[in-house]
């Protein structure tokens, strides 16, 4: 099972299993930063997870 927890801005992706109630996160995902914009990365992400 797959989750997403988002401010509208900031963006965190979980990955999580049932069977043995483990967690993994990836990391945090921000939309405006000095260094760039990540919003490819996350519709990347959201692609991907909608294929899965």
């Known amino acids: ?14 990955k999580c299993d049932r069977d043995s109630s483990h967690y993994a996160l990836l990391d945090k995902f921000i939309l405006s930063t000095a ?3 990540e919003l490819y990365l996350v519709a990347q992400i959201l692609k991907r997870l909608v294929s899965v």
């Open 1 to 14: 099972m797959f989750a997403l927890i988002t401010t509208g801005e900031d963006y965190l992706f979980v």
């Open 35 to 37: 260094e760039g914009n």
